[in-house]
């Protein structure tokens, strides 16, 4: 069966004009739609028609999979409501913390790879596929503090998926990883159960060079062309995953203010759309098998602290050594010891940037805790 | 999949809106226009003093976009 394939809806102006063509031809198969996101009459319109059709895709961008998950029972509230009114296929969650004491959202950063987070991914993923009422699936995160984190990150997503749960493969946050850890794509990819692949997402982003160490530090912005080499590895990726049912390109509102980059979104659809029609066959994928590595446990309480106090240390630190420092003193605790010191400055040079620039404070420092 | 075109016509921009805005004069006072009326708008103008801007309040239901790497 070929996939279908699809676009992200998001309610800016721009995207909506961008995509105007490709809707007016017929070319679009299906649509993503993030709950969270504002509904403007068009984008409201089009949801009800694509799940009408049995073909809405939902995604969650600030879904607490890991964390203290103090806005779970709001946010489990929600998704049961809409699901009902939508009847999507699929929900799909980011892997990562998306919660931190004093904020109501931040942008995700890696977990600590240990036994708690695996249980707490599954159990929270259980949670969501019951209130929503359909497949659940878990989306790869492009940012890494680590090689380790890069290394790890497929098997910690296959442990916590339930029976009927799937991989959300981001080929472009595979690409990020690739660049900015030099190592090559395909390789990242025999690190991911891809037999359990059920939707892909394309984009563009942009490669930075932090001052603590210019090398290319690739990142999932969304806001421009989808790089030459994430369409050639969806080839492969196409190969590989037998069980992909939808195929989605991603643009971010707001970065589509030419006429050249309107185009260029139509140009990425329809590149993406030639390969779904017709995937290369002659790829031999490889089996992906676990690391056979026993995850280390660490105290709920101490996990959840450190957690808690990640993303204020992120954007509190005048430096990047300061943040280090400071996260050093946070880990009280083998695990998370390793995991700090694991950390490369360039990539906690990022992070402090991304943290200041996405994460919201929450309305008082309570307002996480009094939701519960 | 093909829209109907109900929903393409939802989706498509207004052309009455589009001209409205392509023709809309934006009216700005200017402080030096050498007119007396405009002039003395401009006195006006530059005599008030500017109101403190409103603290922006934390939206409840802001929402994240993705592509936040």
């Given at each position: 069966m070929t996939a279908r394939c699809a676009v992200a809806l998001h309610p800016e102006d721009d995207l909506r004009t961008a995509l105007l063509p490709l809707f007016t031809e017929g070319r679009v198969d299906a649509v993503e739609w993030t709950w969270e996101a504002g509904v403007p009459e068009w984008l409201d319109a089009l949801v009800a028609f694509y799940?009408?059709?049995?073909?809405?895709?939902?995604?969650?961008?600030?879904?607490?999979?890991?964390?203290?998950?103090?806005?779970?029972?709001?946010?489990?509230?929600?998704?049961?409501?809409?699901?009902?009114q939508h009847r999507p296929r699929h929900v799909t969650a980011h892997y990562g913390l998306v919660q931190a004491e004093g904020f109501s959202d931040i942008a995700p950063?890696?977990?600590?790879?240990?036994?708690?987070?695996?249980?707490?991914?599954?159990?929270?993923l259980l949670r969501l596929a019951d209130a929503a009422e359909c497949a659940v699936g878990v989306e790869n995160l492009a940012f890494a503090f680590s090689l380790d984190d890069v290394a790890r990150q497929g098997d910690l997503v296959?442990?916590?998926?339930?029976?009927?749960?799937?991989?959300?493969?981001?080929?472009?946050?595979?690409?990020?990883?690739?660049?900015t850890f030099e190592r090559s794509p395909e390789e990242l990819l025999a690190r991911y159960p891809l037999e359990k692949v059920r939707e892909i997402h394309l984009s563009g982003g942009r490669t930075t060079y932090p001052k603590v160490d210019p090398r290319p530090f690739r990142r999932d912005t969304h806001d421009d062309a989808v790089p030459a080499e994430v369409l050639a590895l969806l080839d492969v990726?196409?190969?590989?995953?037998?069980?992909?049912?939808?195929?989605?390109?991603?643009?971010?509102?707001?970065?589509?203010?030419?006429?050249?980059?309107?185009?260029?979104?139509?140009?990425?659809?329809?590149?993406?759309?030639?390969?779904?029609?017709?995937?290369?066959l002659d790829l031999?994928?490889?089996?992906?098998?676990?690391?056979?590595?026993?995850?280390?446990?660490?105290?709920?309480?101490?996990?959840?602290?450190?957690?808690?106090?990640?993303v204020t240390v992120l954007r509190a630190a005048p430096s990047v050594?300061?943040?280090?420092?400071?996260?050093?003193?946070?880990?009280h605790e083998p695990t998370l010891a390793a995991f700090v010191a694991r950390m490369e400055p360039r990539a906690i040079e990022v992070a402090m940037e991304i943290e200041k620039r996405w994460a919201v404070p929450a309305l008082d420092s309570h307002a996480i805790a009094d939701d519960e | 999949?093909?829209?109907?075109?109900?929903?393409?016509?939802?989706?498509?921009?207004?052309p009455s809106l589009d001209e409205a805005n392509a023709h809309a004069t934006p009216h700005v006072v200017v402080a030096d226009e050498p007119t007396r009326e405009a002039s003395t708008q401009g006195t006006q103008v530059a005599q008030q003093k500017p109101k403190p801007k409103p603290k922006p309040k934390p939206d409840p239901d802001y929402c994240p976009p993705c592509g936040r790497g």
């Open positions: 799940a009408s059709n049995h073909a809405l895709y939902t995604h969650l961008v600030g879904f607490p999979l890991f964390g203290d998950g103090a806005s779970l029972p709001r946010r489990l509230a929600e998704i049961a409501r809409r699901s009902r950063l890696p977990p600590v790879p240990c036994a708690e987070v695996v249980s707490t991914g599954r159990e929270r296959d442990s916590m998926l339930p029976d009927q749960g799937f991989l959300l493969l981001d080929l472009h946050n595979i690409h990020c990883q690739a660049i990726a196409l190969a590989r995953c037998p069980a992909v049912e939808v195929v989605c390109l991603e643009r971010l509102g707001g970065t589509l203010a030419t006429k050249e980059a309107k185009e260029g979104l139509v140009r990425d659809f329809r590149a993406m759309r030639e390969r779904v029609a017709e995937p290369s031999r994928a490889r089996a992906y098998l676990p690391l056979d590595i026993a995850l280390p446990s660490v105290p709920a309480r101490v996990l959840r602290d450190f957690e808690s106090k990640l050594e300061h943040a280090k420092s400071a996260l050093r003193d946070l880990a | 999949m093909h829209l109907p075109w109900v929903l393409l016509a939802i989706l498509s921009p207004s």
